[in-house]
């Protein structure tokens, strides 16, 4: 940041924990550590680091907050969009829903999603057409997000057939399992040392991560550079602790579940 050490320190004490800076960068740091040490199916060797997502800014300039019922309307009235044809960035300004990230990407609970059918006939207990859209919607961001076309992970002869994929789309799916992760275990549980003006403008959650905040445009982070060589201590994880920090016993690879468990990217 511009403000340089004093951002996160008190410059008279810089061991204190004071400022709310210090503690959200230690977990960060934790959390970086985390993704190099047990998700390198998708982050493979080069891994992460800090400027991965932040890029100089203090906060990434990509997050997303839940839309509660801000884009919702009501439905009682003419006009009433359901989350829908709202567009923004994230989702490739599609009319499809908006916020695909909270049913899909903050919760430990993934839902299951499937939107072909393996018979020539709708499925009893299939998707409701909303489910698919929402779907559908965290498809497009993944478009958006590394700049891709949908043959990048799927054959598009037959979209949910695995052995038929790219071997991007297990590499998709990774990256799917460890966004969710990383919002359920370092993210979401930082809201409250939020200030007010860093928590969401609806519903005052705290900042959380999908596929743009590290991608931003681009099939590999940075071009596919080396994250972290240089910075060692990322490389390897460390216990944790501190404000905001539940549980040692953080999500990883092992606790994902299967491809055939989840959205299907």
Known sequence: PEQGCEYCHNLADLASDEKYTKVVGRRMIQMNQHINAQWSDHVGDVG??????????????YVWF????????????????????????????????????????ASADQPAARIASSGPFPEPGGLTTKESEWVYSLMMHYSASLGVNCTYCHNTASFDNWEQSTPKRLKAWHGQSMTRALNVDYLVPLGPLYPDGRLGPHTGDAPKA???TCHQGVYKPLGGGDAISAYPSLAQETSSS???DESD?????????????????
């Not at 992460?48 to 300039?61: A, L």
């Not at 006009?79 to 899909?104: C, E, I, K, M």
């Open 242 to 244: 501190g404000e905001g």
């Open 249 to 265: 016993d953080q999500s990883s690879p092992s606790s994902a579940g299967s491809p055939g468990d989840m959205a299907s990217p």
């Open 66 to 105: 839940e839309e509660g019922g801000s884009t919702y309307g009501n439905k009682r009235f003419a006009g009433w969009r359901d989350g829908q044809n709202n567009p923004v960035s994230s989702t490739a300004y599609s009319t499809l829903p908006s916020d695909p990230f909270s049913r899909h990407l």
């Open 210 to 212: 999908n596929c743009q």
């Open 48 to 61: 992460v680091n800090c400027y991965t997502c932040h890029r100089g800014n203090n906060v990434p300039e």
